[in-house]
């Protein structure tokens, strides 16, 4: 079955304890994108990745990091997590380069607490 | 940062009702894609328009993209309890950034 997979689905954790959520599709798919969502500010981007050693900002950076050393794998890196990054957060893929109109497979979801 | 402006935020109507939610920005985009996203799951495509003045039909859903290529409407006729969601508008620029709106949250009653 072609997917998205996310884990952990839940996590809640303290104040400056590194963790990673793991992103892997099965699609071949050369795109993939982090958002974050926010009640009342939708999903805004974090990271995307347009192939393999390819990575670039979105529009919410700051606190994150994220690598891309497999075509199937997108890891999130939160090296020092605080409270404000308590979210819901979703690991997006695309069957090209770019988007251009493409669709998006989204995963499942990791909600993140942050204490 | 480019934005996308969705209107309205929340909507409650009956079953049988027909609805517009609306999503501008000042901005162009290449593409404007809706997805519908269900509670503890990923959104889910809908459609994507491309080119200005471009209207798609999906059953009971029209989308039409702005001839500028700077707003878009999803129209749905006589809604379903199925069609219960939060609704995302979309757009696609340059670099391929996605820019998404704040959502439309429908609650359509029986």
């Known amino acids: 079955e072609a997917q998205v997979t996310q884990n952990p689905r839940y996590l809640i954790t303290v104040t400056g304890k590194k963790l990673t959520v793991t992103c892997s599709q099965n699609?071949?798919?050369?795109?993939m994108s982090w958002y974050r969502q926010d009640p009342g500010l939708g999903l805004r981007q974090i990271y995307y990745?347009?192939?393999?050693?390819?990575?670039d900002k979105g529009d919410v950076p700051e606190g994150y990091k994220v690598s891309r050393k497999e075509k199937r794998n997108f890891p999130l890196i939160l090296e020092s997590p605080s409270p404000n990054q308590t979210s819901l957060y979703f690991c997006?893929?695309?069957?090209?380069?770019?988007?251009?109109?493409?669709?998006?497979?989204f995963g499942p979801g990791t909600r993140l607490t942050v204490l | 940062t480019q934005l996308l402006e969705q209107s309205p935020q929340f909507l409650s109507i009956q079953e049988g009702e027909n609805l517009t939610v609306y999503c501008n920005s000042s901005?162009?985009?290449?593409?404007l894609q809706w997805y519908r996203q269900e509670p503890g799951e990923g959104p889910v495509l809908l459609v994507t328009?491309?080119?200005?003045?471009e209207v798609k039909k999906l059953k009971r859903l029209t989308f039409q993209f702005g001839d500028a290529r700077k707003d878009s409407s999803l129209h749905i006729t006589a809604a379903q309890p199925g069609d219960t969601g939060l609704y995302l508008c979309?757009?696609?620029?340059?670099?391929?950034?996605?820019?998404f709106g704040e959502g439309t949250q429908l609650t359509v009653n029986p």
């Open positions: 997006a893929s695309s069957n090209d380069k770019g988007l251009a109109g493409n669709e998006q497979f």
């Open positions: 990745s347009m192939n393999v050693e390819v990575t």
């Open positions: 699609m071949n798919h050369e795109y």
């Open positions: 901005s162009v985009f290449s593409s």
């Open positions: 328009v491309v080119t200005g003045g």
């Open positions: 979309a757009g696609e620029s340059s670099g391929s950034r996605l820019t």
